[in-house]
């Protein structure tokens, strides 16, 4: 599976931005867990929200419930994150991740900068 990230850059704070997981494989999407991660300079890479295999369930950072929305749109192949009300402390890069079995696959990662 290769994923492919898009749609960071640079926001004011309280501003939005969605960022895309595109996945390239003959799978259906809905059966991988997939997640968004991010690593802000100089710290290491955390988990930002997942969304498990079948989409039953998602779970999401403390810092992010309530501002961040994990989705994917299984025709598209695709993964989102939808950032709202952004904060300085949301910079950081952000990698698409995707599991199955005891497998995983990361995206290069986009970049995201919260300006105050």
């Known amino acids: 599976v290769q994923l492919v990230e898009s749609g960071g850059g640079l926001v004011q704070a309280g501003g939005s931005l969605r960022l895309s997981c595109a996945a390239s494989?003959?799978?259906?999407?809905?059966?991988?867990?997939m997640g968004w991660y991010r690593q802000p300079p100089g710290k290491q890479r955390e988990l930002v929200a997942a969304?498990?295999?079948?989409?039953?369930?998602?779970n999401y950072a403390d810092s992010v419930k309530g501002r961040f929305t994990i989705s994917r749109d299984n025709a598209k192949k695709t993964l989102y994150l939808q950032m709202n009300s952004l904060k300085p402390e949301d910079t950081a890069v952000y990698y698409c991740?995707?599991?199955?079995?005891?497998?995983?696959?990361w995206g290069q990662g986009t970049q995201v900068t919260v300006s105050s």
């Open positions: 991740k995707a599991d199955w079995g005891v497998y995983g696959s």
């Open positions: 494989t003959t799978w259906n999407i809905n059966d991988l867990g």
């Open positions: 969304i498990t295999s079948g989409g039953r369930s998602t």
